[in-house]
C-alpha cells in the first residue's frame, strides 16, 4: 500500500529538512548573483541597415538607395514590418520581424539581400552597416562634463581617450557615447581665385593630401644575412610641415599648400550646442551589456568618476539623467512592499489562529518558497526587476494558502481530540488532493501566458514563469514541510473535544445556504445577473497599456522655423530653460541644440525627488506646457523619457503632396482636443536647396560626369568623407585633415560657379560652364512605412487613458474622411497594446482549458469542474468594479491581477467542493453535505483571502515609490478577491446541487449504455 508524501515526510523528517536546506543555501547563492534591471531582458528581433551618402538629399537617397534597399528585404523570411527614415546623407532602413523568428537568422538574411543588392547602389555610399537592435541599446546613465579650465576640444578629447578608456574597463559597461563636443580638425581654407589660376580642383588638392600624408609598408628586403622591413615615411610631423607641402599642378608645375588657401589647426564647425543652466558643457551616455544589473554598473561607475574627479580636479561631472535611480528605488520600494504585505500577511494568519507555533509554520512558507525560485530565475536568465519583483510581492498571499488550509485542518482535527501527530498524518492526507489541485490551478493559469506571442509576452514570461514555479515550491513545503513541522511542534489546545459554537455571522452564513439551497433557480438567475453586470461595467473601463510613471526627469522639444542656426535655436532654448527653473519642481535643465538640424533642439528637465514635489512628472509636464507654447515662433512638445509619445500612428500613402495635406489636417484638429497634448507630426519644413543642372553636351564633350560633378562639390564644400581624409599623426591621436571652400560670408553663389572641375584630359573648369544653377525647396526628412511614404502623428494623453484618446482620435472628421489611398495605422503604444489584449484572451482560454483538464485529471470528474470553475466570472465584476470607482484604466498590470485573480476563485471553489464530495462518500446526504462543507470550509477560506487582501491593499493604496505599476494590479484583485470570496460561499454551494443532480440524472440516463466496471 503507497503512503502519503505527507505521512512519509512526518515518519522521515530528516531528508525533508535536508532537501530545503540545500534549496535555501543555493536560491540564496543565486539571489546574490540575478542582475538588478528596470524590465526584463527583451529580445527584439529588429535588424537595422544604415546607409550613409554623405552630402546627398533626401529625394535622391530615397530613389537610389532606400527603395532598393526596402525591395530586397520585402522577400526575407519572417518581415512584419519595414521602416525607413531618410535624412540629408543617411538612410536607415529598420526591419522588424515576428517575435518567433531567431534574430541570427534574420540579421544573416538581412546581410545577404543587402550583398546580392550593392552593386545596384550609389558608388559613392559608404558600406552599409547592418545591426541588430538591442533591447539594452538605451542609457542607463547620463552625465554632464565641464571644466573651469579646459575648453570645448580637451574636454571632448578627454572622454574619447581617457574617461572612455576606463568606464569600459567595467565590467557590464557596453558603451560610452559622447553628445557634442568639438572634435579637433586641421583644416585647409582654400582660395576660389587662386584654385582658378592654379587651374587645380579642390578634389586634386584632397587627393594629393591624402596620398602623399601617409606612412605606407613597403615590403621586406634582406641585406647579408640581415632582414630588414620596408616602410615608406609620408607623414608630416608638425603642422608647420604640413604647409610647406607641394601640390602638383595639372601643368607639370607645384605649387605650395599655402599659395592655394590658408592652414588652421582648430575644430570642426559647431553645430551641437550643450549647456547645463546656462554654463557650456559636453554629454557622455552609458549603456549595459546584456545580462549585466543597471544597480552594479551604476555603482561600478560612480566609484570611477569619483577616482576621475580626484585626478582631474578642475572637472565638473554631473549626474544628468539616471534610469539606475529609478531602478533602486523601484527594487527598493517592491523589497519593502514585500516585507510589509508578509507581516501584515502573517498577523492576519494570527488573529485567526491564536497560535504562535502555527503561525510561525505558516510564515516561514513564504521563505521557503520563494528563495529555491531565485535558482530557477538564475538558469533562465532572468533578473530582479519590475515584472518578477511584482510577481514575488503578489504571490506572497498565496504561498501562505496551502499551508493556512493544512494548519487549519489539522487544527480543527485536534480541537476533536487528536494529538498533533496524529491530527498531522490524518489531516494533510485529508486535504491533500484539494491543496495539489488548487496549486496545479495557479500553473495553469500562469504557464499559458508565458508563452504569448509579442513584446509584451516577453514580460508575461518572467511573471508567469516566476509565480508558477513559487507556487510548485509553496506545493512542495505544504506536502513535505508543513504537517512534518505542525505533528512536531504544535501543542494541544487547552480546550478540545468541546462542541464548536457557532458564532452569528457563521449562523447567519448557514441559514443564506438553506434559502438558496431552497431556492436554487432564484439564487442561479442572481448569480447570472452578477456576471452580467459584471462584464457590463467592463466597457466603462478605460483601456490604458502601461500606467505612467514617474521617473523625475522630462523631455522637452524645441524646433524653430527653417533657416535658424545653432546659435538662434540655442538662444532661444536658453529663455525657455529660464523660464522652466523658475518652476520649484525643476532642479536643472540641459538644453542641446542638434547637429543634423541646427533649428532643432531638446531640453533635459531634471526633476527634484518626487516626496519633495507636489506635481508628478506627467502633471508638470501639463502644467507647463501652456506657458512655453505662447513663445513666438517656437514649437515646443514633451515626449517620453523612454522615446516617443503615449499615442502613436503612421499616416501612409504614396502622394506625398497629399500626404502633407491630411497629416496638417488631422494635426489641426488633435490640437483642438483637450484630451490631448504635445501633438506632432514628423512632417518636415522644406528645406531651400541649390539645384546643379548639368549641361549634358557640354559635359559630355569635356568627359565630366555628373557623378564626378557632384562629388567635385561635396569635397569642396564640405570635405571628403571621413575615411578618405588625409591623416596627421600627433602620438597615439589622429587628426583628421580636411580641405574646403571658405565658409560665412566669403561663400557666395560665385563661388560655387567658378569652382573649378576637372575635365577627363587633366584641365579644370568653372562649374558654371558645364551646368545651370538654380533654386529649389527639397524635403529635410523622408519616412517611409512598409514601402510606401508615411508621416507620424503623435501626441501625449492629458490625464485620460489610451482607449479614451483612441476614441477621440477616430471621431475626428479629417480621420473619418480620410482621402483614397491614405491610410491611418496604429504605432507604438497603441499597436503593442492590440496585439497583447489578443494574445491575452487567446492565453485565458488556454489557461481555461487546462484548469478544466487539470481538475478531469485529478478528480476524475466531467461534470464538477465546471462547478468550481463557474466561481471564476464572480471575480470579474468586483475587479472591474474598483477600477471604475478608483478611475484605474484597464491595462497590463491588472491583466496580470486578472490573472491571480482566476487561480484563487478557483482555489476557494476547489476546497469546498472536494470537501463536499468527500462527505458524500462518507455516506452524508447532498444536502448535509454542502452545509457541513461550507461550515468547515469557509474559516480557511475567509483566512487566506484576508491574508491575500492584507498583503495587497498597501500596494493599491500607493504607498511607497513607484508604486505606478504595481498599484493598479493591487486594486483589480482587492476588488476580485472580496466579490468572489463572498459570492464564492453563496454561489458555488448552489451551482454544486445542480450539478450534483444533473449528474445523478445523466448516469440514470447512460446506465443501459454503459457496461460497469469490473
Known amino acids: ?22 534549496l535555501i543555501v543555493t536560491g540564496l547563492i543565486s539571489f546574490k548573483f540575478l542582475p538588478i534591471t528596470q524590465t526584463p531582458n527583451l529580445v527584439i528581433p529588429v535588424v537595422i541597415v544604415t546607409v550613409n551618402q554623405p552630402g546627398a538629399a533626401p529625394a535622391e537617397i530615397e530613389t537610389q538607395v532606400t527603395q532598393k534597399v526596402e525591395g530586397a528585404l520585402t522577400g526575407i523570411q519572417g518581415v512584419k514590418h519595414i521602416n525607413s527614415t531618410i535624412r540629408e546623407g543617411s538612410s536607415s532602413t529598420m526591419i522588424e520581424f515576428y517575435m518567433s523568428t531567431d534574430i541570427d537568422r534574420a540579421v544573416n538574411d538581412t546581410r545577404d539581400a543587402i550583398t546580392k543588392i550593392r552593386s545596384d547602389l550609389p558608388s559613392s555610399i559608404l558600406d552599409p552597416v547592418i545591426q541588430r537592435f538591442e533591447a539594452e541599446s538605451q542609457p542607463i546613465l547620463i552625465y554632464t562634463l565641464g571644466s573651469s579650465v579646459q575648453n570645448q576640444e580637451e574636454l571632448s578629447w578627454f572622454i574619447d581617450d581617457t574617461l572612455s578608456r576606463e568606464l569600459l574597463s567595467i565590467s ?35 587627393q594629393q593630401i591624402a596620398q602623399t600624408n601617409i606612412n605606407l609598408p613597403s615590403g621586406r628586403f634582406t641585406l647579408g644575412d640581415q632582414e630588414f622591413t620596408l616602410r615608406t615615411i609620408g607623414n608630416q610631423k608638425t603642422v608647420s610641415d604640413l604647409q610647406s607641402m607641394w601640390i602638383a599642378l595639372n601643368n607639370q608645375q607645384r605649387v605650395k599648400l599655402t599659395d592655394l588657401g590658408h592652414i588652421t589647426d582648430g575644430t570642426v564647425e559647431q553645430r551641437n550646442i550643450t549647456r547645463q543652466d546656462n554654463n557650456p558643457v559636453i554629454t557622455f551616455s552609458i549603456t549595459r551589456s546584456k545580462g549585466s544589473s543597471d544597480v552594479t554598473v551604476g555603482n561600478k561607475v560612480a566609484e570611477k568618476i569619483e577616482m576621475l574627479k580626484k585626478a582631474n580636479p578642475d572637472l565638473v561631472f554631473t549626474l544628468a539623467l539616471s534610469m539606475v535611480e529609478f531602478t533602486q528605488t523601484t527594487y527598493d520600494s517592491t523589497i519593502y512592499t514585500f516585507f510589509e504585505a508578509a507581516f501584515l500577511t502573517i498577523f492576519v494568519i494570527f488573529l485567526f489562529l491564536r497560535d504562535l507555533r502555527a503561525t510561525f509554520i505558516a510564515a516561514i512558507t513564504i521563505p521557503l518558497s520563494i528563495i529555491p525560485t531565485f535558482i530557477f530565475m538564475q538558469a533562465m536568465d532572468f533578473s530582479l526587476n519590475m515584472v518578477s519583483l511584482l510577481a514575488i510581492s503578489l504571490v506572497t498571499g498565496v504561498l501562505v494558502d496551502d499551508a493556512i488550509v493544512e494548519i487549519e485542518n489539522i487544527h480543527r482535527h485536534m480541537h476533536e481530540g487528536k494529538k498533533p501527530y496524529s491530527a498531522a498524518v490524518i489531516a494533510a492526507d485529508e486535504i491533500g488532493l484539494a491543496v495539489v489541485a488548487t496549486t496545479m490551478v495557479i500553473c495553469s493559469v500562469f504557464m499559458p501566458v508565458s508563452f504569448m506571442d509579442g513584446i509584451a509576452g516577453q514580460y508575461f514570461r518572467e511573471f508567469g514563469l516566476t509565480v508558477a514555479v513559487s507556487a510548485f515550491f509553496s506545493l512542495v513545503v505544504a506536502r513535505l514541510l508543513t504537517p512534518m513541522l505542525c505533528a512536531y511542534f504544535l501543542k494541544m489546545p487547552k480546550h478540545f473535544n468541546e462542541e464548536q459554537k457557532q458564532g452569528w455571522i457563521m449562523k447567519n452564513y448557514q441559514r443564506m445556504l438553506r434559502w438558496t439551497l431552497d431556492h436554487r433557480a432564484k439564487t442561479v438567475s442572481l448569480a447570472v445577473v452578477v456576471m452580467f453586470f459584471s462584464f457590463g461595467i467592463a466597457g466603462y473601463v478605460p483601456t490604458d497599456f ?6 523625475g526627469q522630462s523631455r522637452l522639444s524645441v524646433q524653430l522655423p527653417r533657416g535658424a542656426d545653432a546659435a538662434q535655436t540655442d538662444k532661444a532654448m536658453q529663455e525657455i530653460a529660464k523660464k522652466l527653473k523658475m518652476r520649484s519642481e525643476v532642479d536643472f535643465t540641459i538644453t542641446s541644440v542638434s547637429a543634423e538640424n541646427v533649428n532643432r533642439g531638446e531640453i533635459n528637465i531634471k526633476l527634484i525627488p518626487a516626496d519633495k514635489r507636489s506635481l508628478s512628472q506627467r502633471e508638470f509636464e ?22 516617443g509619445k503615449d499615442l502613436s500612428y503612421n499616416l501612409v500613402g504614396n502622394n506625398s503632396e497629399l500626404l502633407q495635406q491630411t497629416a496638417q489636417a488631422i494635426e489641426r484638429e488633435m490640437r483642438a482636443l483637450p484630451e490631448l497634448i504635445s501633438v506632432s507630426t514628423s512632417a518636415g519644413e522644406r528645406q531651400p536647396e541649390v539645384i546643379i543642372t548639368p549641361n549634358y553636351p557640354k559635359a559630355a564633350q569635356l568627359g565630366i560626369t555628373p557623378e564626378a560633378i557632384g562629388y567635385a562639390l561635396n569635397i569642396a564644400t564640405l570635405g571628403d568623407i571621413e575615411s578618405r581624409l588625409a591623416k596627421f599623426n600627433e602620438g597615439s591621436r589622429q587628426v583628421p585633415i580636411r580641405v574646403r571652400l571658405p565658409v560665412g560670408e566669403e561663400q557666395t553663389l560665385d563661388v560655387l560657379r567658378n569652382l573649378p572641375i576637372r575635365t577627363s584630359s587633366g584641365s579644370t573648369v568653372p562649374l558654371v560652364a558645364v551646368a545651370d544653377l538654380s533654386f529649389a525647396l527639397g524635403p529635410t526628412v523622408i519616412e517611409r512605412y512598409d514601402r510606401v511614404q508615411k508621416i507620424a502623428i503623435e501626441a501625449n494623453l492629458n490625464n ?5 484618446g483612441e476614441q477621440k482620435l477616430f471621431e475626428l472628421e479629417s480621420v473619418k474622411n480620410l482621402p483614397q489611398g491614405i491610410t491611418l495605422t496604429r504605432s507604438g503604444d497603441a499597436e503593442v497594446f492590440n496585439e497583447l489584449l489578443t494574445n491575452f484572451f487567446l492565453a485565458i482560454g488556454a489557461g481555461l482549458l487546462l484548469v478544466y483538464v487539470v481538475q478531469v485529471l485529478l478528480y476524475k470528474d466531467w461534470l464538477q469542474p465546471l462547478t468550481r470553475m463557474a466561481a471564476l466570472p464572480l471575480s470579474i465584476g468586483g475587479a472591474f468594479f474598483l477600477l471604475l470607482i478608483t478611475g484605474t484604466p484597464f491595462s497590463m498590470p491588472v491583466m496580470i491581477g486578472m490573472l491571480m485573480l482566476m487561480g484563487i476563485a478557483d482555489k476557494n471553489a476547489i476546497l469546498l467542493v472536494d470537501y463536499m464530495l468527500e462527505l458524500i462518500d462518507r455516506g452524508e446526504d447532498k444536502r448535509t453535505a ?13 483566512m487566506t483571502s484576508l491574508a491575500m487582501l492584507a498583503g495587497m491593499i498597501p500596494i493599491a ?18 476588488g476580485g478577491l472580496i466579490s468572489s470570496t463572498l459570492l464564492s460561499l453563496i454561489f458555488v454551494p448552489v451551482l454544486f446541487s445542480i450539478v450534483r443532480d444533473i449528474k445523478v440524472w445523466l448516469a440514470s440516463l447512460l446506465k443501459p449504455f454503459v457496461n460497469q466496471a469490473e
Do not use: H
Open 1 to 22: 500500500m503507497s503512503m502519503p508524501l505527507s505521512t512519509w515526510s512526518i515518519r522521515n523528517p530528516i531528508p525533508p529538512l535536508v532537501l530545503f536546506l540545500v
Open 172 to 206: 557590464g559597461v557596453a558603451t560610452v557615447t559622447r553628445n557634442g563636443g568639438i572634435d579637433r580638425e586641421i583644416t585647409l581654407v582654400l582660395d576660389p581665385d587662386r584654385l582658378a589660376a592654379y587651374g587645380i580642383s579642390a578634389q586634386q588638392v584632397s
Open 546 to 551: 502601461l500606467p505612467v510613471s514617474d521617473y
Open 622 to 643: 501639463s502644467d507647463v506646457l501652456p506657458s512655453l507654447m505662447t513663445l513666438p515662433d517656437v514649437k515646443v512638445d514633451f515626449s517620453k523619457v523612454e522615446g
Open 800 to 804: 485620460v487613458a489610451l482607449g479614451a
Open 930 to 942: 454542502i452545509l457541513k462543507a461550507c461550515q468547515v470550509r469557509a474559516r480557511p477560506i475567509i
Open 957 to 974: 493604496m500607493g504607498i511607497g515609490l513607484n508604486t505606478e505599476f504595481r498599484a493598479p494590479m493591487a486594486v483589480a484583485v482587492v
